[in-house]
């Protein structure tokens, strides 16, 4: 919205539309200023935890994993969300995996 970042006893969600990796300094910039980075959370499918280096930082900040699938997702996020004290910055990425020509095939 342009207004300046500040500090909330809330929780915040950020709902990015993710175009590519630039926009993830620009999303740290945000809880940084605020002085919430502490509490900064991004929600994020699986398979990003095995990249190696973007992995190993994506483990030390505390991801909250998806395996995109309700079925194994719900309890897991419950128990993710419950166990932070603080309130949340959470990070989410709604764009999903990019539609391809194979992907219709798929549906």
Same mark, same amino acid.
């Given at each position: 919205?342009?207004?300046?970042?500040? %500090? /909330?006893? +809330?929780? !915040?969600?950020?709902?990015?539309?993710?175009?590519?990796?630039?926009?993830?300094?620009?999303?740290?910039?945000?809880? #940084?200023?605020?002085?919430? #980075?502490?509490? &900064?959370? &991004?929600? @994020? %499918?699986?398979? !990003?935890? $095995?990249?190696?280096?973007?992995?190993?930082? @994506?483990?030390?900040?505390?991801?909250?994993?998806?395996?995109? @699938?309700?079925?194994?997702? +719900?309890?897991?996020?419950? +128990?993710? #969300?419950?166990?932070? /004290?603080?309130?949340?910055?959470? !990070?989410? $990425?709604?764009?999903? /995996?990019?539609?391809?020509?194979? /992907?219709?095939? %798929?549906?």
């Amino acid at each position: 919205t342009g207004d300046a970042a500040r %500090k /909330t006893d +809330e929780h !915040v969600l950020i709902i990015n539309n993710h175009l590519n990796e630039a926009d993830i300094p620009y999303l740290y910039a945000m809880p #940084l200023r605020a002085g919430a #980075l502490h509490m &900064y959370r &991004y929600i @994020s %499918k699986k398979m !990003v935890k $095995f990249v190696p280096i973007i992995g190993w930082g @994506s483990h030390f900040c505390e991801f909250i994993w998806l395996a995109r @699938s309700i079925e194994k997702d +719900e309890r897991m996020i419950t +128990e993710r #969300l419950k166990s932070f /004290t603080d309130p949340l910055w959470i !990070v989410l $990425f709604p764009e999903g /995996t990019d539609y391809g020509s194979d /992907t219709d095939k %798929k549906v």
